[in-house]
Nanobody
Framework: QVQLVESGGGLVQAGGSLRLSCAAS????????MGWFRQAPGKEREFVAA???????????DYADSVKGRFTISRDNAKTTAYLQMNSLEPEDTAVYFC?????????????????WGQGTQVTVSS
């Protein structure tokens, strides 16, 4: 069983930055696919970014088009923590951000078919 706890959300002005953290416990973190999704009020949950292991100590990141060039996903296997660095934030980025984990490599990281989910952290970007 994997437990995920997000942190780092908050209120920021447009153009600002935030870094979200997702601390994982249980499972084999280094082989898990880690993803970030978000859900704005009245909207469906949408994919933001994911990072998957594609080889020994080699990872590949995927991003939604709406965040490419502004957001960066990373992981620290020693700390069993995934991160989402968010720069140049826009009011449209306002949402609850969820961390997700899947056991091993998954072929479609943009799909919300992950095994474990965190409770979410609120990100609010003011204009």
């Amino acid at each position: 069983q994997v437990q995920l706890v997000e942190s780092g959300g908050g209120l920021v002005q447009a153009g600002g930055s935030l870094r979200l953290s997702c601390a994982a416990s249980g499972g084999t973190f280094s082989s898990n696919t880690m993803g970030w999704f978000r859900q704005a009020p009245g909207k469906e949950r949408e994919f933001v970014a994911a990072i998957r292991r594609i080889g020994f100590n080699t990872y590949y990141a995927d991003y939604a088009d709406s965040v490419k060039g502004r957001f960066t996903i990373s992981r620290d296997n020693a700390k069993t923590t995934a991160y989402l660095q968010m720069n140049s934030l826009e009011p449209e980025d306002t949402a609850v951000y969820f961390c997700a984990a899947a056991a091993g490599y998954i072929a479609a990281p943009t799909s919300p078919k992950y095994d474990y989910w965190g409770q979410g952290t609120q990100v609010t970007v003011s204009s």
